[in-house]
């Protein structure tokens, strides 16, 4: 492993990863003075776009994916390798080849290559033509073209964010859809049971033939190889021409196997200051973490590693990296935002702050679960860890407030438009793989085909609990269990 060099300003910054991450910790980059060699490398050819539109706009219509570009913040005069993924990273020599074989060098390296849509396994019809992901533009593109030919049913395999999502757009445009998920509720990984029984309703009320405690055993297509049915695991049948999976996503870590890096599908661990983690959990001084990709040891959540499949984290743990890969260790920053992401389906806007899937209870504190405008705050042993807001956007600053206070659960708000008597209940969060808390792209909690077949290892218990406070010379990553947060 390299040296730590911590100290020398670097003169050639690489960032592995063009988009949100990538692009912003660009920006920051140059933001915070460095006037060095900066090179961006992106697998894909697009210039960096902006992902939550896909399920959204795009797909319904009113936006096309040419028009997702994200904008710039500033001039980043930079060198773009598009096209082409990096293949490999040796930091002893702090060198990235290609997958053309053309290495690069670097000072300092920013990894931000995010996450992918776990595909349906081929033996299961996963090959077949109108099986669909959605992540990139291209997904979006093949999608929307294929909902507007009109297909007579639409399957969505997992009740996610993005699923939900993709139903919502389905019914808009006037198509029938069955979703299939797993576990009893609709988002029941990321919001609990509680919220997740408000949230079939919204399924159901807009015309969702929604399948609960159900997976799909396999999709079966015609002799052309278009898909044409799903057979389910309660027995039954669905016949549809177009599936969307959305049932999880896996971290792009491939490129990095052998480079000495704690990476594997659940992400890359950093430490509190986005430095990537060696094997044996020592940080390195040179190598950076950002976005989708990142594990990382939050202050508020002791005792795991967090990975945070949200906008809003990419763009703040992008900007922290850039502070410290300019900057030496003293003046290094701890990336502890609060989490927080959206999303929008069945006319309603969701907005979350803080980790529902840590909590052992729910109150809904505005409004009621059978209106389409609440607010429901989550508690774990007495203290408030998250808050989501079904279209009440505008509540949510002071319970965020609250949650970084560690605040007592329930809440003492004395809302005027909230219960006479707040009345917690059991979040119901589905217990089915320990420590694994998902909001949405747990893998083990979701929508999967193999009930039998374990897709994740199992996690294990956690034996150590680093905190973004201090600065540790080592974690050990394989040992610190995963809070996996995602858009699926
Ligand atoms: C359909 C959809 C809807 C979403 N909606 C919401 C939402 O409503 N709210 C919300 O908070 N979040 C949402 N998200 C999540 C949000 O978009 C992500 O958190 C964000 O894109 C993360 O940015 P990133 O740069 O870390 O990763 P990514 O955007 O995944 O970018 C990583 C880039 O690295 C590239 N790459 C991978 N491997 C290599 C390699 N070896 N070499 C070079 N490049 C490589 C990838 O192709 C990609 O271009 C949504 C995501 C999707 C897919």
């Given at each position: 492993m390299t040296a730590p060099d911590a100290v020398t300003a670097p003169e050639r910054i690489v960032v592995i990863g063009a988009s949100l991450a990538g692009l912003r910790a660009a920006e920051a980059l140059r933001d915070e003075g460095f006037t060095g060699e900066l090179t961006l490398i992106g697998d894909e050819p697009y210039a960096p776009y902006d992902r939550p539109p896909l399920s959204k706009a795009v797909l319904s219509g009113w936006?096309?994916?040419?028009?997702t570009e994200l904008p710039r913040l500033r001039d980043i005069d930079a060198r773009w390798l598009l096209g082409t993924p990096a293949g490999s990273l040796d930091t002893d020599t702090r060198t990235v080849t290609l997958a053309d074989g053309r290495q690069v060098g670097y000072d300092r390296l920013l990894i931000a290559t995010g996450t992918r849509s776990r595909p349906w396994p081929a033996e299961r019809g996963g090959a077949l033509h109108g099986v669909h992901l959605l992540r990139s533009r291209d997904d979006a593109d093949r999608l929307r073209t294929a909902l507007v030919a009109g297909p007579e049913r639409v399957l969505v395999i997992g009740a996610g964010f993005t699923g939900g999502e993709v139903a919502s757009v389905c019914r808009d445009l006037g198509l029938e859809v069955t979703v299939t998920q797993r576990?009893?509720?609709?988002?029941a990984s990321a919001l609990g049971g509680v919220i997740g029984g408000a949230a079939a309703r919204w399924y159901r009320d807009a015309g969702v033939d929604l399948r609960l405690g159900t997976t799909v055993h396999a999709l079966e297509g015609d002799a052309d190889g278009r898909l044409r049915r799903a057979v389910l695991s309660d027995g039954t049948v669905v016949a549809a021409e177009v599936a969307v999976v959305a049932a999880g996503a896996l971290a792009n870590t491939e490129w990095l196997a052998g480079s000495g890096l704690a990476a594997d599908a659940r992400g890359v661990a950093c430490d509190a200051y986005c430095r990537a983690l060696t094997d044996d959990g020592t940080p390195l001084a040179d190598v950076f973490v950002a976005g989708d990709i990142a594990r990382w040891p939050h202050p508020l959540y002791p005792g795991q590693l967090l990975r945070l499949d949200h906008w809003d984290n990419a763009v703040a743990q992008s900007r922290t990296a850039a502070h410290n890969m300019t900057h030496p260790p003293h003046e290094h920053r701890g990336h502890r935002p609060l989490p927080a992401f959206w999303s929008n389906q069945f006319g309603m806007n969701l907005k979350c702050l803080g980790l529902p899937a840590l909590a052992d209870q729910v109150v809904v504190t505005q409004g009621a679960l059978d209106q389409r405008q609440f607010v429901a705050a989550y508690g774990q042993r007495g203290r408030l860890v998250a808050v989501v807001a079904v279209d009440a956007p505008r509540v949510l600053d002071g319970y965020g407030a609250l949650i970084e206070a560690q605040g007592p659960f329930p809440p003492v708000l004395n809302a005027t438009d909230g219960p006479d008597r707040l009345e917690p209940l059991d979040a119901g969060f589905p217990r089915t793989a320990p420590a694994a808390v998902s909001r949405i792209a747990d893998p083990s909690a979701g929508h999967l085909p193999a009930p039998s077949t374990p897709l994740d290892p199992p996690a294990p218990p956690i034996q150590s609990t680093p905190s973004a406070e201090s600065t540790p010379s080592t974690v050990s990553t394989p040992s610190v269990p995963s809070v996996l947060a995602g858009h699926e």
């Open positions: 936006l096309s994916t040419d028009h576990s009893g509720a609709p988002l």
